[in-house]
């Protein structure tokens, strides 16, 4: 090869290699961008957001009832509340045979009449006497059929008990040589020995079957006296072994003879409750749910079971949530915190849990979507460290922001869970409590923009 031939593509290397280092040194200086800084311009970029001072209203309100039938616990028994006043709380219960078509035997004779109920816990103050009475039904119930929170059934005139008593819901018993779980044990027999005497007498045809029995008798009707200060209300667990009806005789031919009338899972019985009106419950309260002050709301509001009081909220801004801009929102999470104002842990123990529904026209409600993703996402447990209850409801809130320009929103409605067993309470911050802004009512949204 020519000498000139290699010179030449010597000098053409060295100068590709200086043009190479020209641009790597251009490239080096300008200042680097995002990734798809170059495909999406700074205005489509998405925003990520965050509020807590979305207006919610807020207000109590009282339950009209509750459907109390097969309930969880059986509560008896007067409360004086100084916020919520007095409640006296009572039941009515079916009781079956234990063998079909009992033999008395020839001439029996009546001993007592003892009815036993085993306490599965109890609200408020033990140390206060209670007065309970007890009365035979004289109207059928059913198992298949719903029963209220102020359904009052036709009773017999005749007491068979006027007992007064400490609740005693942690103290065993000793019963004949054992000692068994706490219980409640009444004479049915002191006041009068119609009832003893009646099952006593009671013809084959009246217990050849339970159905038979329970229309030759129908139950038991118990209510408590009002208490004008502390007071408790005893829940009962009836359909267990320890809970029964027993009859004590003796016949013609033995002593010491005894019969066991049950309450089964299937025996029909249901909860009622009486509040008086709420007419000697605190000032504030009064306005609020009996005189319909909503506005007060801001300040405090009220929650108790026992077909008692519940809470409507609403949020009037949703229209507006997106009015200045024309960003899409996309709801990531939306939270309901709702802190108690005060709590006597002592006494007046807060709701286990709450629950929260959506209301739709004519006082009707459905359940909330968010619901569906499971306790533990859903919440409304009770926090003790906190005194507070929470709840996600990011699904509602982003159907509720998707559909405000075309439809209505009814708010949603907080009340307590198992109210119809339940008799707590709670009083909660407002939406704008005085003097304590960080308790307050209120729903955390993070959320975020696109541009449509």
């Not at 859903?378 to 159907?399: A, L």
């Amino acid at each position: 090869m020519p000498s000139f031939i290699r010179k030449d593509k010597h000098r053409v290397g060295i100068l590709c290699c200086l043009l190479i280092a020209g641009l790597l040194f251009q490239a080096c200086t300008k200042k680097p961008g995002l990734i798809g800084d170059t495909i999406q311009p700074d205005t489509d970029l998405i925003k990520l957001k965050y509020t807590d001072s979305l207006t919610i209203t807020a207000y109590s309100l009282l339950e009209d009832s509750i459907r109390t039938d097969k309930p969880e616990n059986f509560l008896l028994g007067s409360i004086y509340d100084p916020v919520f006043g007095t409640t006296v709380a009572g039941f009515y219960t079916q009781f079956s045979l234990s063998t079909r078509n009992p033999d008395f035997g020839s001439n029996p004779q009546l001993d007592s009449l003892v009815l036993q109920m085993a306490y599965s816990g109890y609200y408020g103050d033990t140390n206060t006497f209670q007065t309970i009475r007890v009365y035979e039904l004289e109207e059928n119930i059913f198992y298949d059929s719903a029963y209220y929170s102020n359904r009052i059934l036709t009773a017999s005139n005749t007491e068979l008990a006027n007992f007064s008593f400490k609740p005693k819901p942690n103290s065993k018993v000793h019963l004949l040589k054992d000692t068994v779980a706490p219980m409640l044990q009444i004479r049915l027999d002191a006041l009068s020995t119609e009832l003893g005497n009646k099952l006593l007498t009671a013809t084959a045809d009246n217990m050849l079957s339970d159905t038979a029995f329970k229309n030759f008798f129908k139950g038991l009707y118990f209510t408590a006296d009002p208490v004008t200060n502390g007071g408790a209300i005893s829940m009962f667990n009836l359909p267990v072994n320890l809970s029964r009806l027993i009859i004590y005789y003796k016949n013609s031919e033995k002593d010491s003879l005894q019969y066991d009338y049950t309450i089964s899972s299937v025996n029909a019985g249901f909860n009622v409750f009486n509040h008086f009106g709420y007419q000697n419950a605190d000032p504030e309260f009064i306005a609020q749910v009996l005189e319909n002050d909503t506005l007060s709301g801001s300040q405090k509001l009220y929650l108790q079971g026992g077909g008692g009081v519940k809470v409507r909220l609403k949020f009037p801004d949703l229209p507006l949530f997106e009015a200045t801009t024309n960003d899409h929102i996309i709801i990531n999470d939306a939270k309901l915190i709702f802190t108690g104002l005060h709590q006597d842990t002592a006494t007046f123990l807060a709701p286990i849990k709450l629950s929260l529904v959506q209301m739709l026209k004519d006082e009707k409600y459905q359940i909330l979507e968010d619901q569906g993703y499971g306790t533990e996402y859903f919440g409304g447990e009770y926090i003790p460290r906190t005194n507070q209850y929470q709840f996600h409801i990011t699904r509602y809130m982003q159907e509720a922001v998707n559909q405000r320009k075309s439809s209505e929103n009814f708010g949603l409605q907080l009340s307590v869970l198992g109210a119809a067993s339940r008799p707590n309470r709670i009083v909660i911050n407002g939406t704008n409590p005085i003097g304590d802004s960080t308790t307050k009512l209120k729903l955390v949204i993070n959320y975020t923009l696109v541009n449509n």
